[in-house]
């Protein structure tokens, strides 16, 4: 910035100037309100000791380029949206006065702010038609909230921000960012990067963590204990060690999991894990959950039988080919409830899947295969043969939807099954050495 004189006139692009002479805009006293135009001579023009006089500036429309805004050099708190920015940068030095800085949409590639020591918070999004490219802010110890949304940078040095609280630089291209030296972080937001790693470890504080839409393979949690909502869909995750109990909110789609355990997040209200591979999901420990999305995996089993499946108001298991039954707290509660698979609502599964009080019963036990099942289909009397060492203790059958509809213990080798509705039934062999579960039709 050249040396000018407190009577020179500052030169400004048309619209910035337009806004400065006749926008209500400036705050001469550091109260935070606007008291009137920064052209207090009413001369048409900005003199540098009028742009001086000012504390904050504060206008919501777009103001195109904010060139000429460095020889505001006493001003705390700048609130503006810009359309561009000087091709070679916005230098802001001069500005050791300055504590707040919002400045959208300016699409600017560097700024300089390394000589505004008490800068707490620095917001510069949005700006995808040419954004940051670089950014030093080693120089500002007080910050306390950054957020650089949609810009292009590749690195950042956090290192020297130990009061950062909130920092947000999702949709960059980062490749590594080094949080280790900010232990007060409470909310991280780095989604829509380029990251492979991310050491979280020290940074004990963490509430709200968003790394969706990178190349993670690995994320440790095990030391955010008060995190609450964790966003890392889209990497290549396969393992995830969840010891959080305050954590509510978990969307972990479209990973490598095949495996997923949640029984040490007894808050959680909603997860979503759809798009993976897991093959065995429980959620018998979570009794507030209200949303469970786990499409398209490979599901086996899967529990929900938590004793409260009243509040729950989306349940997506559709598309998991090998699942046969969903263990449920009241299986008419649950086969009355509606799906709207258009507006992801309601509770909605494959055909081929049922709901049952017992899912035990859909699982046919290999582990025990001495005994047979005859005639099948049966209309009268089933004949249940053994041919093995096994001592039956008794017989139960159960309907498709889980109900227990027939107990046999005096007569085990042969239940008469007339008086039953013709349908599917399972037949709970149990035995001294275990239990096994065969299908069988009764007409």
Same mark, same amino acid.
């Given at each position: 910035m050249s040396v000018m004189t407190q009577s020179q006139v500052v030169d400004l692009?048309?619209?910035?100037?337009?806004v400065l002479v006749n926008e209500i805009c400036a705050d001469f006293d550091g109260d935070g309100?606007?008291?009137g135009v920064v052209d207090t001579n009413d001369d048409g023009q900005i003199q540098v000791i009028e742009a001086e006089a000012v504390?904050?500036?504060?206008?919501?429309?777009?103001i195109g380029s904010v060139s000429g805004i460095e020889y505001f050099t006493n001003i705390e708190i700048i609130q503006l949206s810009a359309g561009y920015g000087p091709p070679d940068g916005l230098d802001l030095s001069q500005s050791t006065e300055l504590i707040e800085l919002y400045l959208n949409g300016a699409?600017?590639?560097?700024?300089?702010?390394?000589?505004?020591?008490?800068l707490r918070i620095l917001e510069m999004g949005s700006?995808?038609?040419?954004?940051?490219?670089?950014?030093?802010i080693t120089q500002n110890p007080n910050l306390e909230y950054l957020n650089l949304v949609w810009n292009e940078l590749e690195s950042i040095d956090v290192s020297q921000n130990q009061n950062l +609280? !909130?920092?947000n630089l999702e949709m960059n291209r980062l490749t590594n960012i080094d949080v280790t030296q900010n232990p007060n972080l409470e909310y991280l937001r780095l989604g829509w990067n380029n990251l492979t790693t991310l050491d979280v470890s020290q940074n004990p504080k963490l509430l709200h963590l968003f790394v969706y839409l990178n190349h993670l393979i690995e994320l440790d949690i095990s030391h955010n204990i008060d995190l609450i909502y964790l966003a890392c869909y889209n990497n290549d995750l396969t393992n995830l060690i969840i010891n959080n109990p305050n954590l509510t909110s978990l969307i972990a789609s479209y990973n490598q999991f095949t495996s997923l355990?949640?029984?040490n997040a007894p808050n959680l209200t909603g997860i979503g894990c759809g798009f993976n591979q897991i093959t065995h999901l429980d959620f018998s420990q979570n009794t507030n959950l209200r949303v469970i999305g786990c499409q398209e995996n490979q599901l086996?089993? +899967? !529990?929900?039988?938590?004793?409260?499946n009243t509040i729950l108001t989306d349940l997506s298991t559709y598309d998991n080919p090998n699942l046969a039954c969903i263990q449920v707290d009241d299986v008419i509660y649950a086969n009355s409830q509606i799906c709207d698979i258009a507006n992801y609502d309601g509770w909605c599964k494959d055909e081929t899947t049922s709901y049952s009080e017992e899912c035990s019963l859909g699982i046919e036990d290999n582990t025990i295969t001495n005994f047979t099942l005859y005639p099948n289909p049966v209309k009268d009397i089933l004949t249940i043969g053994n041919t093995g060492s096994h001592e039956i203790t008794s017989i139960k059958l159960y309907d498709a939807l889980g109900r227990l509809v027939l107990a046999e213990i005096d007569n085990v080798n042969q239940v008469d099954i007339a008086h039953l509705n013709s349908g599917l039934l399972f037949v709970k062999i149990e035995t001294d050495k275990g239990e096994l579960t065969k299908k069988i039709v009764k007409n």
């Open positions: 692009p048309d619209l910035f100037r337009y309100l606007v008291d504390m904050g500036l504060y206008y919501s429309h777009n699409h600017l590639n560097s700024i300089d702010v390394t000589g505004s020591p008490n700006n995808p038609q040419g954004g940051l490219t670089n950014i030093d +609280l !909130n920092l355990d949640v029984s086996v089993n +899967l !529990n929900i039988n938590n004793g409260n």
